[in-house]
């Protein structure tokens, strides 16, 4: 996800660079205050763009070392030793079983009594390697509470931070953006006389040349 992130933040650079470099070919010498403020309106969304992104770029440079390295080294260091200890459960308890076979199979007293004593003994490693193992399994499950938690909540945060900056540029553009509404309305309204004005010098310049 953070890498997609990463992508999409370079693919709003793009669009933010293509906006900033675009040009309004506007007819005739001189340009209303309307045009002249819709025409610039494009470098004020790059930028706008621009300074959302650098949010993102901090939340991504960050990434890895707050919420990414954390979660690795709880999957390896904690979730990665009871896996070790299991794998050391199971063989204690194979060699377990192994001796317990072989006690009951046993038929001489001297062999009964060596099968005895390596049951007791295997006996003994078993219990230890399932006391640790329920041990460290519980141990895992309180972690999670808070070391797996925190990484997350962590994220969550910055996450919802650069949202949160989105929101309050936007609102603090608002001003900007109120009028520009107005200006590209007006610009609307006025787009059915200017093209009637437009049609009838295209008619009577056709006329004109007959």
């Known amino acids: 996800m953070v890498d997609a992130a990463k992508t999409l933040s370079k693919t709003k650079r793009t669009l933010a660079s293509s906006l900033a470099s675009f040009q309004f070919d506007c007819l005739g010498t001189s340009l209303t205050d309307d045009e002249i403020i819709i025409a610039t309106s494009l470098k004020e969304f790059s930028r706008f763009l621009n300074e959302v992104e650098d949010e993102m770029d901090r939340f991504l440079d960050h990434a890895h070392e707050k919420f990414i390295q954390p979660l690795v080294d709880f999957r390896k260091k904690q979730i990665g030793i009871v896996k070790m200890t299991k794998k050391d459960f199971d063989k204690a308890t194979q060699r377990f079983c192994t001796s317990q076979d072989a006690y009951i199979k046993s038929k001489k007293e001297e062999s009964l009594a060596e099968a005895a004593e390596a049951v007791r003994h295997d006996q003994k490693v078993l219990r230890s ?49 109120n009028d520009l509404k107005s200006r590209v309305q007006r610009c609307r309204n006025s787009f059915d006389a200017t093209r009637e004005s437009y049609e009838s010098l295209k008619m009577k310049m056709a006329t004109d040349s007959r």
């Open 129 to 177: 390697a399932s006391l640790e193992y329920v041990y460290l399994m519980h141990v895992v499950q309180e972690r999670k509470k808070f070391e797996f938690v925190e990484a997350l909540l962590s994220f969550m945060h910055s996450w919802s931070n650069y949202y949160r900056f989105g929101h309050e540029r936007t609102e603090s553009s608002s001003g900007y953006t």
